[in-house]
């Protein structure tokens, strides 16, 4: 389902396309590259991880894209952005009861993060179709995914060490004091925790937690699934799967349950899609792939740290998680409309003091403690409504593309999905809704006129 949310003049009598740019590119126009932000954003994360400023290019990419969504004459939305826009708002008036100076700009900070990735869903679906776009767009998610396994396997060899970034030279001794400043811009290679006896570093690069680093993985998995399915036989598809099974070590050193279980579900999800579908080709390779990754963790010392991380009972871990949430749970019950703006630290005195802040233990608690049960309502009916729209997606590639926000829903309590992992989340939905387009023939131009035919149910 599409809706026009900007519009420019239009012949009488002609047919409305329902999705967007059909118009050819005048000749006038920059032949900057429409997914130059893209480059920006995914390729290039590394150089800014370095520079300690990975957490704010976000918000600042977004602008730009901004300014060329309202540039078009006509930009095109699905019927799910209405509950973006309903949650944007909503966040915005439960930050009108902050006081704080230091509460309003991290305030801030978590709402253009939200706004960015509402800005970067309508960039990518509203590229041109043409030029193997929805290709290259995957492609840009599949180099990120490599990036993420490369700071994997960064984070197990360099471990807890770190380094001070170029930016954080240039900021004020005040601001760089402030801890929640120093989460963002300074670069964490993992953590390094006591497990079975012998100290794990569980890889977080190019993010602060390890929890941002399972998260990701989680969702760029599916994507990688994507891009094997998407390309053909020869050398690229195997390298894609070398790095796959790779990706298997940081992931077991990670020691995240989550992930893997968000991992199982897309995977539960495309197979019982495939087998709908009949499909019992690609139902069959799944398979293939599936056993030898779960051989090469079985015969390898993998196995141990992998069935470690869901026999092992985390007692004081759990504990806290689940003190936590249910602080978040009667923070919101207090305050229901709007929370409490942001996150809270636990009152002195408390037996949990020190620990991590109420709301900051996954991405749902968040929402109800810092905005209330609109806000989170809204937040999940936007992924929810998504799902639903997108059912119908072209070829496998396209299927596990729709799994992302499934397997992102299935992290939502237990990680948070700033400031990285909302973005990647919403680049792959929106190609989940281009992938249930019918292609437009690759004439070489820059945009072409789309078919009259779709997939997916438009108003």
């Given at each position: ?25 005048k ?25 300690g ?33 309903g949650?944007i ?26 706004a960015?990735?509402?800005?970067l ?79 794990v ?15 990701n993985?989680g ?30 070590v ?92 942001e ?19 996954g ?31 072209r ?7 729709q ?27 929106a ?25 997916c149910?438009?108003?």
């Open positions: 389902m599409s809706a026009l949310i900007g519009s420019g003049q239009q012949t009488p009598g002609a047919a409305q396309d329902p999705r967007p740019d059909y118009h050819r590119q000749a006038w126009a920059p032949r900057l590259s429409a997914t130059w932000p893209l480059t920006v954003l995914f390729v290039a994360f590394p150089i800014w991880w370095v520079a400023v990975s957490a704010f290019i976000w918000p600042i990419v977004a602008v730009p894209m901004l300014v060329a969504l309202i540039w078009r004459q006509r930009t095109r939305a699905p019927v799910a952005i209405v509950f973006w826009l949650f708002s909503w966040v915005l008036m439960s930050g009108l009861q902050l006081q704080s100076a230091t509460k309003i700009a991290t305030f801030s900070y978590r709402l253009a993060l939200y960015g990735a509402g800005v869903f309508l960039y990518v679906y509203n590229l041109p179709r043409a030029g193997r776009m929805d290709a290259r767009v995957l492609r840009f998610l599949t180099y990120f995914w490599m990036i993420v396994v490369a700071g994997g396997y960064a984070g197990i060899v360099v471990g807890a060490h770190t380094f001070t970034p170029p930016f954080e030279l240039l900021l004020p001794h005040g601001l760089r004091s402030q801890p929640f400043v120093q989460e963002l811009v300074q670069p964490v290679f993992a953590s390094v925790q006591g497990f079975l006896g012998h100290p570093p569980r890889p977080a690069a190019p993010f602060t937690y390890t929890n941002n680093w399972g998260g993985i969702v760029l998995t599916m994507v990688a699934l994507a891009a094997i399915a998407a390309a053909g036989p020869g050398r690229r598809r195997k390298l894609l799967l070398a790095v796959l099974a790779a990706s298997l940081p992931m077991a050193f990670s020691l995240n349950r989550g992930m893997f279980l968000s991992i199982g579900v897309g995977i539960l999800y495309v197979t019982a899609r495939l087998v709908g579908r009949g499909r019992i080709g690609a139902f069959a390779a799944l398979l293939v792939v599936t056993a030898v990754l779960v051989l090469i963790v079985a015969l390898t010392p993998l196995g141990q740290l992998v069935t470690g991380s869901f026999t092992t009972t985390h007692g004081h871990s759990n504990q806290v998680r689940l003190s936590l949430y249910q602080q978040a749970i009667a923070g919101a019950n207090q305050s229901p409309l709007f929370g409490y703006g996150p809270q630290e636990i009152a002195v005195g408390h037996a949990l003091v020190g620990t991590p802040a109420i709301g900051t233990q991405q749902l608690w968040m929402l109800l403690y810092s905005n209330g049960y609109p806000a989170a309502t809204l937040f999940v009916s936007f992924f929810l409504t998504v799902l639903w729209q997108t059912r119908r997606p070829g496998t590639a396209g299927l596990w593309l799994a992302v926000p499934l397997v992102a829903l299935a992290q939502v309590a237990v990680y948070g999905w700033l400031p990285s992992e909302l973005q990647v989340i919403m680049v792959a939905t190609l989940a809704y281009r992938r249930c387009w019918k292609p437009a023939s690759d004439t070489g131009t820059e945009v072409t006129r789309f078919s009259d035919a779709t997939n149910p438009v108003q």
